[in-house]
């Protein structure tokens, strides 16, 4: 019996792409308004795991619920409820900012769309820039972008992938702080993906770390460390990766 | 540095042959125009030199059949076009974890499929009135029923196409482009039906396009509306776009089992 108590709840899940395993057994349990990690190198099925829980990718086995409903029969129920960043995937270029967010904002039938879309510009500091076609925008704005999209419909859930590659340090450091302004705000949930040690050390509640579509141990920041008896979340992270590298050999 | 090196441009022609080779519909699309033209104007060729009085006995027969033409392959390219757009863009992940259903996208490109056959084939249907003293709006009634079919018929090719792309990425997308004239030859757009082969006639039957425009030289010809091309254009139209329909939804919930939606490029 899935435990409504967790916004997102895996039990089992599997992905196999023909005879690769992406994803093999994994059980995930997110409490409401706390936000999650999934730490792990490329490769890992950080982001395939990201994909199944969006209903992006459908699993081989396993379940997984979302919200209170069952993601592999009535995703479309939540839908709605949750959302997502990610710099692989774009928004149409030829369109400017603003088109996108009415576009979006319109698909998840956000109420006060206009209202909510000047709040976002404020918010994520894209005002100048709202009729401006996306493709012209350098990589730090198309990332407030795409983070303006992901909050458009204020998601209970939200899902991040590498929500901050490819920016400056600066740029970063005000993403993740707009984001934790966001969970304190809201109540949100937040699952992220990241290879980034100090942002999901700053970040997580609670860190998941994979490897090979596993997930070979989890605990808050501070428990993994404690526990592997490193200094800090990334000499945990490499311990985890060389022993894929001597596991490879 | 040399100015000017025959390996690096070697390497470039070795880049776009591996290109090439990695998708078939890309290769397939070098052979295709060639063929499809010498078959379509032959046919026409060898029809016009027997019945030199054809364009005659119905002046615009001929400007009526390109513009009714247009009207599928703009129907068809109007979905192909709106797909695409979403691959180019890489948008399909972003549409599909919002609440948007398969089959409401389709529908969507469907109507965006009209608004692009009126701004394609309505100015080109008026500007042929000053040119050459015809109007396509003097077929009637009729033209409200053959438009109808070709579009529809454009929808049921635009699905089945958005079916390949959703199984071949963009690697499919020339098919976009040529698929409709492909089925231009059987057609007998510029002339009857009886001038084919008796085995492309079989095929001929087969296709909703053959019928509308057996349908429009009845009209220009002999004043008469077909009922029976009418009715059989419409019961292969309900049929090809159940089978677009069926194979456009599979395809999706096959790109999803593949994880294709967040990967589609060249």
Avoid: C
């Amino acid at each position: 019996m899935a435990d409504d108590a967790f916004v997102v709840e895996t039990k089992g899940l599997v992905k196999r792409f023909g005879a690769t395993e992406a994803v093999g057994g994994i059980d995930i349990a997110v409490p409401g308004g706390t936000t999650a990690a999934l730490l792990g190198g490329n490769g890992a099925g950080k982001t395939t795991t990201l994909a199944m829980l969006l209903g992006l990718i459908e699993p081989t086995s396993g379940s997984i619920r979302v919200l209170g409903a069952d993601m592999l029969r009535d995703r479309h129920r939540v839908l709605a409820r949750m959302n997502f960043s990610s710099p692989y995937m774009d928004l149409p270029h030829r369109l400017t900012v603003r088109q996108n967010l009415v576009v979006y904002g319109r698909l998840y039938a956000t109420l006060a769309l206009k209202e909510r879309i000047a709040r976002l510009a404020r918010d994520l500091q894209i005002d100048g820039f709202l009729d401006r076609q996306t493709g012209t925008l350098s990589s730090g704005q198309r990332t407030r972008v795409a983070l303006a999209k992901a909050l458009v419909n204020e998601p209970e859930l939200l899902l991040l992938d590498e929500p901050t590659a490819s920016l400056d340090p600066d740029t970063a450091d005000w993403v993740r702080t707009y984001l934790e302004a966001y969970r304190a705000r809201t109540g949100a949930t937040l699952l992220l993906a990241s290879h980034n040690m100090a942002e999901v050390e700053r970040l997580a509640d609670q860190v998941m770390m994979m490897r090979r579509g596993r997930i070979v141990d989890r605990g808050t920041p501070q428990e993994l460390i404690a526990r592997h008896g490193r200094a800090s979340l990334e000499e945990v992270f490499l311990d985890i990766a060389r022993e894929k590298d001597l596991a490879a050999q | 540095m040399t100015l000017f090196s025959a390996s690096r441009i070697a390497t470039m022609l070795l880049r776009y042959l591996y290109l090439l080779r990695s998708s078939w519909p890309r290769a397939l699309e070098l052979v295709y125009w060639p063929t499809i033209q010498m078959i379509l104007w032959g046919y026409t060729s060898q029809f016009l030199m027997t019945n030199s009085s054809y364009v005659a006995r119905a002046s615009g027969v001929l400007l009526g059949a390109v513009l009714l033409w247009d009207v599928m392959f703009r129907g068809q390219l109007g979905i192909s076009v709106s797909f695409l757009e979403e691959l180019w863009s890489r948008n399909l992940g972003q549409l599909f974890i919002s609440p948007l259903r398969p089959y409401e996208w389709a529908l969507a490109m469907m109507a965006m499929s009209l608004v692009r056959v009126a701004i394609g084939v309505v100015p080109a249907a008026l500007l042929a009135i000053p040119m050459y003293h015809y109007s396509i709006f003097t077929l009637g009634l009729p033209l409200v029923a053959f438009f109808a079919l070709l579009v529809a018929m454009g929808w049921a090719l635009g699905l089945a196409i958005g079916a390949l792309l959703l199984r071949h990425g963009l690697g499919a997308e020339s098919l976009a482009w040529l698929a409709a004239f492909l089925l231009a030859p059987a057609s007998a757009v510029y002339y009857p039906v009886s001038v084919l082969p008796h085995w492309v006639q079989i095929w001929a039957a087969l296709l909703p396009s053959a019928h509308v425009f057996e349908g429009m030289r009845g009209v220009m010809f002999e004043h008469r509306f077909a009922l029976d091309h009418f009715l059989a254009a419409t019961a292969l139209d309900v049929v090809y776009l159940a089978i677009g329909g069926w194979l456009f939804l599979d395809s999706f919930e096959a790109a999803r089992r593949r994880g294709s939606l967040l990967q589609q490029g060249e």
